[in-house]
């Protein structure tokens, strides 16, 4: 396995949430109990890498999409549906818990990302998902940063070069033409930028 394919396999979009949820923990200014984030973490975990990856195996052994890469616009609307549903799910409970209000933000963001992203299939254009993931994981932080007035510039420097080399990858590889790799960053941090703004108005 070339160096571009091992980056879009081990920085899937779908374990996008729990490293943002893992970060999210760590740099956390306020006190949150422990046995609550390790809760958080594996239901996320479990939600958004376990359930999603058995349900894209089965629909790939049964043969309704190719791979797991989700090449064909086609092959993606169902899987997409199915991940607007979790993220919706999951930012829903994560709001009833206030102390990790921001948590859900994040992922109302990803919820509207992907709803956009649906919504273009129908127009046969086909967002870079894993831009939408790592650009929505951007956004999150740099909302993050200003939330708290906390100067996270060296963790957003090293996603964008993170988003750098994703992109890269995802050229060299023809899974994506420039275009589809813009929009895919557009939509992701302009998801989560509209999700903070919206709730601190």
Sequence with gaps: MNFNKLVSHIIHPIVIPIIGTIIYFIILPKHTPE???LLVISSIFIGTYVIPLLFLLTLKSSNVISNLQLENIQERKFPVMFFISIT???STLLRKIPSIIELSLFFYGMT???IIVYLL???KFKASFHM????GLIGFFICFSFQFQINLLLLIAVLLILAGIIATS????K???PREIFWGSFIGITSVFAVFIIYNM
């Design 35 to 37: 046995k609550m984030e």
């Design 88 to 90: 919706f799910l999951i």
């Design 112 to 114: 509207l990302s992907l």
């Design 121 to 123: 299939l129908y127009a």
């Design 132 to 135: 939408v993931g790592i650009s």
């Design 170 to 173: 995802r050229l060299k590889l």
């Design 175 to 177: 899974a994506h033409n």
